[in-house]
């Protein structure tokens, strides 16, 4: 990404260290210094983080659930994050790249109970 301290030096525009954007509720968006380090920021409409990258080359991506909690993360060393929750807001379920997982997937029958010629049996997910 090209810093905006060279756009501004590009376009003739006088500037001074740090250079602080921040969007209408205040959320910082970006940031430079005069050593070279910069950061940008960005959010979705609730303002939780979505992205964001730094000038040494780190950068995350998230999502999030309509209550707030955080259901996908990625980063820049090709590693990401699944998360589900309970109506309660609890983690349920966990899942990363590497292919560990815990806890029991939404929409997944395992620990459901079901009755057959009156007998009772907990399905377990293969």
């Known amino acids: 990404m090209k810093k905006l301290s ?4 590009e376009l003739g525009i006088a ?12 959320k910082p968006t970006y940031y430079e210094n005069s050593h070279r ?5 960005e959010y979705d409409k609730n303002g939780y983080e979505t992205y964001h990258e730094y000038s040494n ?3 995350s991506r998230y999502e999030y659930d309509e209550d707030g909690n955080q259901t996908y993360h990625e980063c820049n060393d090709n590693l990401w994050y699944r998360y589900e929750y ?4 609890n983690q349920t379920y966990f899942e990363a790249s590497d292919g560990y ?4 997937k939404r929409g997944s029958c395992t ?3 079901i009755e ?7 399905l377990t997910e293969l």
């Not at 500037?15 to 921040?22: A, M």
């Not at 057959?116 to 907990?122: F, S, T, W």
């Open 6 to 9: 060279e756009t501004y030096k």
């Open 15 to 26: 500037f001074t260290f740090p250079i602080e954007i921040k969007d209408e509720d205040g």
């Open 37 to 41: 380090q910069w950061y940008r920021r």
């Open 57 to 59: 080359g780190i950068w």
């Open 86 to 89: 309970d109506k309660d807001g």
């Open 101 to 104: 997982k815990i806890g029991t």
């Open 111 to 113: 620990g459901k109970i």
């Open 116 to 122: 057959i010629d009156g007998k009772k049996y907990k």
